[in-house]
């Protein structure tokens, strides 16, 4: 195990200030979840509570996997080596690193707030900001299972095109933020750690593998430590939730495909909609598919799908809370949304 990990642990046990944004979104969260599941039912429908009820409900039943998944991978990246990661996405500033740190994020099959979990710990494991970001922008709704449903949904030329757009900005926002840390524009990770040379990877990963105890200790304590690495991002999914439900009992799905056609108007309407409204990769998907399919409006489609994470603000906080800088959290939509317009609006 890491030593670094242990100590990480440590302080946060240390930590005894009560996380009320946390316990109040989780408490507010579990009230509601509980009334609709056992209350709702029973009562007559009520003008606001009962479908914002319905509404977390839904929300938590698509994204508990994600998250639980993404606790479970921050766990154990907490057990692996600073070296071992670093080796993985390889030496930061190079487009090699950053193409890395795009199909990591390409394909590993987690939604968007899980893989919030992960990009936030691949920090504090060392990765650049422009392999974090990479990883971030690629990744949400590139996974193998929703890339199926999305075929399904808008047609295979649609999704590869999509994939690829992607994929592509991903690769120029990721170079562009380890171009502004090196000009000092952007912070540089304080993480980061220089492979030593005689490292051998293969060698090294066999050697830990071979001593580590897969006890129910070592599965419990992985478990332990990655709920505790992931409150800082657990409470912001949590405040999405109640915001996101908040801004769907308040506006009904009529208006949606009234005002998101393919015009400006209606792509800016798209950007307005994916920033308010957080939505998991599982959710935004089928929305996506009804901007394709139903308002004719495919860059409004790929806009929604990429806006909502470059403008989401539970990622934008959790970048702010993960790298400490307000920099490099705005300049994620600040590189993105442009990039995501201009091909949206040729989509169009």
């Known amino acids: 195990m890491d030593p670094s990990s242990q100590s990480d642990c440590c302080d946060s046990k240390k930590k005894t200030n009560i996380d009320f944004l946390l316990w109040g979104c989780l408490s507010v969260v ?3 979840y509980l009334f609709h599941l056992f209350v709702s039912s029973t009562l ?4 606001f509570v009962t479908p914002f009820a319905l509404s977390v ?20 990246l907490a057990k692996v080596p600073r070296e071992f990661v670093m080796a993985i996405l390889g030496k930061s500033g190079t487009f090699d690193s950053i193409f890395r740190a795009v199909m990591g994020g390409v394909l590993l099959d987690l939604c968007s707030h899980g893989i919030l979990l992960v990009g936030s710990k691949l920090y504090e494991r060392g990765a650049s900001a422009g392999q974090v970001i990479a990883f971030l922008v690629a990744s949400p709704w590139n996974s193998f299972s929703l890339t199926f449903i999305l075929i399904t949904l808008i047609g295979l030329k649609w999704t590869l095109l999509f994939i690829v757009l992607s994929m592509l900005i991903a690769i120029v926002t990721g170079l562009i ?8 524009v952007l912070p ?5 750690v220089d492979l030593p040379k005689d490292f051998k990877f293969f060698k090294e990963a066999k050697k830990g593998l071979k001593e580590t105890s897969y006890s129910f200790k070592f599965f ?6 990655g709920l505790l690495d992931s409150r800082m991002v657990i409470r912001w999914i949590l405040f999405g939730v109640l915001l996101a439900s908040l801004v769907r009992t308040l506006i009904s799905s009529e208006h949606f495909s009234t005002y998101l056609g393919p015009s400006l108007m209606g792509l800016g309407f798209t950007l307005v909609i994916a920033t308010i409204l957080e939505v998991c990769s599982e959710g935004s998907t089928p929305l996506a598919a009804d901007l394709l399919t139903r308002a004719n409006a495919p860059g409004n489609s790929f806009a929604f799908l990429m806006t909502g994470v ?29 990039q995501v317009l201009v091909i949206a609006w040729f989509l169009n």
């Open 30 to 32: 579990s009230l509601f």
């Open 188 to 192: 540089h990770n304080p993480n980061q």
């Open 44 to 47: 007559s429908p009520l003008s």
């Open 310 to 338: 470059a403008t989401d603000y539970t990622e934008i906080m959790v970048l702010k809370e993960t790298t400490k800088s307000w920099k490099i959290s705005l300049f994620l939509p600040l590189i993105t949304v442009p």
């Open 220 to 225: 419990t304590e992985l478990f332990k430590n």
């Open 177 to 184: 933020f380890d171009f502004l840390v090196r000009l000092k």
């Open 57 to 76: 409900f839904e929300l938590i039943n698509t994204m508990w996997w994600g998250i639980l998944i993404g606790v479970l991978t921050v766990g154990l």
